[in-house]
């Protein structure tokens, strides 16, 4: 135990209250002035914690919850044997009700929108349609592999290799493969895939060459702008270890909710920013039809290349391998390198294909967000709607924040629950113009 007035030592217990549930997963407790991230426990809980590691300047602390003392209503059985303290870092809460889950992440969704955005919204995680106990959903796992050649998951935080042989949340396609069986001598990690098209198949990490391509195919419906109802079937290539929605209820779901709040219209001029191999931009070019025109930009080549075999069929659409805020001539953030020396974060010159205006804006940027660069430029596009597409509410929040100063109100939120048992969440944000505001 330690002394009243010292921070407390990496392998120290405490009983402690947790009192809230932060972004990134990590309920929070505090004993003498320091704070600590609480793994396996929940707000409202007195528990025991060990603590496993200290934050910078040990301001904060990394801890399990060792023994619930007094446990929260929202408290279950984790349903896998390894969601345990010191066993697998994949799911951070699998002790938690799926109801509870989402409230958890409907708070942090609403806290980051206040703090960041000054803007309070009622928000609700809602079920992916289908999912109604949240495991065997993962089509996609990256198990690492131990010096051994054993396959498993990380344990939280470590390089170390636990032999999960059962990944609950794991689709079971992935399963089929019995990845853990397997020796993979010299493999830095194994990646089990099971697309919705063909079978499963395994990926060895580093590939020999290009690795593999699975089909992936998605069938929805949304009610268009005249009020009927759209419906869209589509297939789409893309690498093995190349984006795609991991829930197989996600792709479909998300793309439903983006079309019903653009009621796109035939000849419209549409952005597709971070488009990946073209899940969205398909639906929009059948919505803008062939008077209509549809940019679509992604980083990625592997990707852009399957977007324009993906989308051979659609003359209206240009796909364009580029950063997007390279593409919008937007300095890149700075973080290494002669710029930083400097002070001079350079520009690349906007890409003419990027056109002046736009009727309608769909962005899906990865962790990091669009950035405050990128959405003044969206804003400057005089777009009637803008949907934002994230799977990070802090990123969410800073961005909404540009596009608000911009002159755009946050019209609608959405929330997904399309990573169950895991802290994340997708929110779909609809962006209109502020009264009098443009
Ligand atoms: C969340 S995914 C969305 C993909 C696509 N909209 C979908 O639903 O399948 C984000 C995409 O952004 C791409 N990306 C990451 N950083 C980028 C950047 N700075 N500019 C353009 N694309 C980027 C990634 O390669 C990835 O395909």
């Not at 079971?172 to 020796?183: F, H, I, K, M, Q």
């Not at 000849?267 to 597709?272: A, F, N, P, Q």
């Not at 009637?384 to 929040?397: E, F, K, S, T």
Request: proline share 7%; hydrophobic share 45%.
């Amino acid at each position: 135990m330690a002394s009243p007035g010292e921070g407390l030592p990496v392998g120290a217990e405490v009983e402690v209250d947790v009192t809230a549930f932060a972004h990134g997963g990590h309920a929070v407790a505090r004993h003498e002035g320091q704070v600590l991230f609480v793994r396996h426990a929940l707000p409202g809980e007195r528990v025991r914690a060990l603590v496993t590691s200290a934050g910078a300047g040990e301001r904060f602390l990394r801890a399990d919850a060792v023994s619930v003392l007094s446990a929260s209503p929202d408290r279950v059985e984790p349903p896998c044997p390894w969601a345990v303290p010191g066993g697998c870092g994949g799911c951070d809460l699998q002790h938690v009700s799926l109801a509870g889950q989402r409230a958890l992440k409907a708070g942090v969704v609403r806290e980051q929108l206040s703090r960041l955005a000054r803007l309070e919204v009622d928000v609700e995680v809602e079920a992916v349609p289908g999912d109604d106990a949240g495991l065997d959903w993962r089509t996609r796992v990256e198990f690492a592999v131990d010096d051994s050649g054993r396959a498993g998951l990380r344990r939280y935080r470590s390089h170390d290799v636990v032999p999960v042989d059962h990944c609950r949340i794991a689709a079971p396609g992935v399963d089929r493969l019995r990845v853990t069986e397997g020796s993979w001598d010299g493999a830095e990690a194994v990646d089990a895939v099971a697309p919705s098209v063909g079978e499963p198949v395994v990926v060895r990490v580093p590939e020999d060459g290009a690795g593999p391509v699975v089909r992936e195919r998605v069938a929805t419906s949304w009610t268009g702008p005249d009020g009927a109802t759209v419906t869209f079937d589509r297939t789409f290539d893309v690498d093995a270890r190349g984006f795609w929605q991991v829930h197989p209820g996600a792709a479909p779901t998300f793309l439903a909710a983006v079309m019903g709040e653009l009621g796109v219209r035939e000849g419209e001029r549409v952005l597709d920013l971070y488009c990946g191999v073209g899940l969205f931009t398909a639906a929009l070019a059948e919505a803008v039809g062939p008077s209509g025109q549809v940019v679509a930009v992604e980083a990625d080549a592997a990707a852009t290349d399957h977007a324009r075999t993906n989308l051979a069929d659609h003359p209206q659409v240009a796909v364009l391998t580029a950063r997007v805020d390279d593409a919008f001539g937007v300095a890149r953030p700075v973080r290494r390198g002669p710029s930083r020396r400097t002070g001079r974060p350079r520009a690349a010159a906007r890409s003419p294909l990027v056109p002046p205006t736009a009727d309608v804006v769909v962005l899906d940027p990865p962790r990091s967000g669009a950035g405050r660069g990128v959405c003044a430029e969206v804003a400057r596009l005089r777009a009637r709607v803008i949907v934002y597409v994230a799977c990070d509410p802090a990123a969410l929040a800073r961005d909404t924040a540009a596009l608000v100063e911009a002159g755009y109100r946050l019209d609608r939120l959405r929330a997904f629950d399309a990573f169950p048992m895991t802290h994340h969440v997708e929110c779909v944000a609809t962006f209109r113009p502020a009264e009098g505001g443009r």
